[in-house]
T-cell receptor
Framework: NAGVTQTPKFRILKIGQSMTLQCTQD?????MYWYRQDPGMGLKLIYY???????DKGEVPNGYNVSRSTTEDFPLRLELAAPSQTSVYFC????????????FGQGTRLTVV | AQTVTQSQPEMSVQEAETVTLSCTYD???????LFWYKQPPSRQMILVIR??????QNATENRFSVNFQKAAKSFSLKISDSQLGDAAMYFC????????????FGKGTKLSVKP
């Protein structure tokens, strides 16, 4: 069982560069999420999706974009990277039934210099 | 606004002893779930235990149990017979039933286990 797979695991970006964080899940989950975790903080929601073709903003969406063309994939795009985007990024997925747990990827540590 | 507060940035416990991690939350919702996640140095988020708000009985998973006080909006985690492998960051999280299902996290408690 692969579960939720994120790539890359680590990345260093220069200010102003762009990149896409990949997330794919093989559990046929409709709900998918992107969170960021800053040092000493809990995870905060960036974007989420309730199904293919449907995305919406979370608590901290500025500087990011997402797309959901398939059930499996939910990439997160960073445009014009800034030092404030240095963080650990987690992708998660969940079944769209009431009492189900979220499954997390292993995270991507991103440093913007 | 829904918030989750963990007032203990760091805790320490002796191996084989018991430790309790605190969590309080603020919500106007009546139906929700509460979770404790463990994050070891590998960064992986691991679900430890969950509690449905409509259930009065406290959840238990082996050495892990919770004390859920709905009126006080308190959700503490008790770890019994602590093991070296329990050392990690622990996050309390909340989710409203019927919403888009995202989790709201506290800032975490770093647990150290002394041999």
């Amino acid at each position: 069982n692969a579960g939720v797979t994120q790539t890359p695991k680590f990345r260093i970006l220069k200010i102003g560069q762009s990149m896409t964080l990949q997330c794919t899940q093989d559990m046929n989950h409709n709900y998918m999420y992107w969170y960021r975790q800053d040092p000493g903080m809990g995870l905060k929601l960036i974007y989420y999706s309730v199904g293919a073709g449907i995305t919406d903003k979370g608590e901290v969406p500025n500087g990011y974009n997402v797309s959901r063309s398939t059930t499996e994939d939910f990439p997160l795009r960073l445009e014009l990277a800034a030092p404030s985007q240095t963080s650990v990024y987690f992708c998660a997925s969940r079944e769209d039934r009431l009492n189900t747990e979220a499954f997390f990827g292993q995270g991507t540590r991103l440093t913007v210099v | 606004a829904q918030t989750v507060t963990q007032s203990q940035p760091e805790m320490s416990v002796q191996e084989a002893e018991t430790v309790t991690l605190s969590c309080t939350y603020d919500t106007s919702e009546s139906d929700y779930y509460l979770f404790w996640y463990k994050q070891p140095p590998s960064r992986q988020m691991i679900l430890v235990i969950r509690q449905e708000a409509y259930k009065q009985q406290n959840a238990t998973e082996n050495r892990f149990s919770v004390n859920f006080q709905k009126a006080a909006k308190s959700f503490s985690l008790k770890i019994s017979d602590s093991q070296l492998g329990d050392a990690a960051m622990y996050f309390c999280a909340y989710r409203v039933v019927g919403s888009q299902g995202n989790l709201i996290f506290g800032k975490g408690t770093k647990l150290s286990v002394k041999p």
